[in-house]
């Protein structure tokens, strides 16, 4: 371990003591910026080259830690932090194999317990062969906090406006939450430990062999899959029928409404995009492989499976756009929508490696599970929620103000377009949360401070109760 590295453990540790205890924002990517100091000066002390894939899941993870930053919702916060987590354990650990693309994500958590103690033996070293630059490097630490302690006070008592100035900026060190700083702290040096270790010493998944299945003869494999081929074209073409004589005339025929037509279609459709996956997975691996006949059998008929299985994705997606013109959008619905696209998205990727092969399918695959994560974040889903409903609203009448009334503050510059006294049913609850909030700069999210600048400038009308407010409810509105 070189001093550089040490160094950059210990800014990790001492940021994430001062910046982590008001919640998270752009406070994690301050803090994560130093661990990945770490794990660059650890790799390259133990001779790893920086490759390009690495640097493509190095930055997509520190990409993803942006999300927390701009949007005030945790749901798709906490999503994009598992996932930074995530590909920063694949650019640590590198590997093109699917066994490296699906264990890489945890083999960070291999070193939680080596990196530690290998960074205590590094501590040894430094102290026994290199004191004297150790001390020197203290001794500065020393005096500049001592300087910035004393000329930092006497400016603050020469003037209030640059007191208050640092009670915004200076993160708060008082000694009340001590044993939580703390754990900070470990958690902090840990983590940075952890990272750098596994930079030095990456788990090597390319290395685990997964056998090859069993190839089966041609009818054995072929008849199933083209018997599963003719009934999603059948069920294709029954949805173009639909399509272009018009959902009234099966409406009258099923007896249902326009949205249980929709809402009975989705889920099922789902669960058949995900088991044509898990078939197109088993059929490679015991697909006939004798030559250049069976590889054109395998080409044809999963191909085919495929572009059908996309059809089936266009038609659940129309469906679940149906239900939401009916009853409005909602976190669920957006999310499982979206799984929805990126499911669709995997299928044209696998068609695709059938074409030009598939030893850049894993990565690939990988790829666009993080990019569609940083995209739902930076879209802001409880804005584009907010949005949607307040133009059904605005078109319908309908609105379901419980639901609102639950959102975050990403949410508020859309809601904002309400008109009273519905508005302020709306934003009175967020501007409660909001006013009970007083994290500093660091921990306080782009969306949060313009929902403030907004209630700040039109804030809800005090006069407005829940009275008022329960008359506007539409229990109707969602299902």
């Given at each position: ?34 661990a ?11 001779g790893?080259?920086?490759?390009a ?24 916060s ?6 930074a987590?995530?590909?920063g ?44 630059h ?26 209030s ?42 788990v ?17 494999w ?57 078939v197109?997975?088993?059929a490679?691996?015991?697909a ?90 930076l ?29 975050s ?30 994290a500093?700069?660091?921990?306080t ?35």
């Amino acid at each position: 371990m070189r001093t550089p590295t040490l160094w950059a453990v210990l800014a990790t540790g001492v940021l994430s003591t001062l910046l982590l205890d008001g919640g998270l924002a752009i406070n994690l990517l301050l803090v994560a910026l130093p661990a990945a100091l770490a794990a660059y000066f650890s790799g390259r002390a133990a001779g790893r080259t920086t490759r390009a894939w690495s640097l493509v899941w190095g930055i997509g993870g520190i990409g993803l830690l942006t999300v927390p930053a701009l949007r005030d919702a945790d749901w798709p916060s906490f999503l994009a932090v598992v996932t930074a987590i995530a590909l920063g354990s694949l650019a640590l650990n590198g590997g093109r194999t699917w066994p490296a693309i699906l264990l890489g994500p945890i083999g960070v958590f291999n070193s939680l317990v080596t990196g530690p103690a290998w960074g205590w033996r590094g501590l040894r070293e430094r102290f026994g062969g290199a004191r004297r630059h150790v001390g020197v490097g203290l001794r500065a630490l020393v005096v500049s906090a001592v300087l910035l302690l004393v000329f930092g006070a006497l400016f603050a008592g020469a003037d209030s406006a640059f007191a208050n100035l640092l009670g915004d900026l200076v993160p708060d060190t008082s000694v009340a939450g001590g044993p939580w700083r703390v754990v900070l702290l470990l958690f902090g040096l840990v983590g940075a430990l952890a990272v750098a270790h596994t930079a030095a010493a990456p788990v090597r998944w390319d290395r685990v062999v997964v056998p090859a299945g069993r190839p089966r003869n041609r009818v054995e494999w072929a008849l199933p899959l083209i018997v599963l081929t003719l009934l999603f074209a059948a069920f294709n073409a029954v949805q173009l029928a639909v399509l272009f004589g018009g959902y009234d005339a099966v409406l009258k025929k099923t007896g249902q409404t326009y949205s249980e037509y929709a809402r009975q279609g989705f889920w099922q459709l789902l669960l058949v995009t995900l088991l044509t996956l898990l078939v197109v997975v088993f059929a490679l691996r015991w697909a006939p492989r004798d030559g250049a006949s069976d590889r054109r059998l395998v080409r044809g008929v999963l191909g085919t499976l495929c572009a059908l299985a996309l059809v089936v994705v266009a038609s659940a997606v129309r469906r679940m756009d149906m239900y939401v013109e009916v009853y409005g959008l909602t976190r669920l619905r957006v999310s499982v929508l979206a799984g929805e696209l990126w499911l669709g998205l995997v299928i044209v990727l696998i068609m695709a490696a059938g074409v030009w092969g598939a030893r850049w399918l894993p990565r690939a695959v990988a790829a666009s599970a993080a990019a569609g994560v940083l995209a739902f974040g930076l879209m802001s889903p409880d804005s584009l929620i907010a949005e949607r409903n307040v133009q059904r609203y605005e078109d319908t009448g309908k609105f379901d103000l419980l639901y609102a009334r639950d959102l975050s503050a990403d949410a508020v510059p859309a809601l904002d377009r309400l008109k009273e006294p519905m508005r302020s049913c709306v934003l009175k609850s967020i501007a409660d949360d909001l006013g009970k909030d007083d994290a500093p700069w660091y921990a306080t999210s782009w969306g949060e401070t313009r929902a403030r600048d907004i209630l700040r400038d039109r804030p809800p009308v005090a006069s407005t109760d829940w009275s008022t407010c329960s008359q506007l409810v539409d229990p109707l509105s969602y299902r």
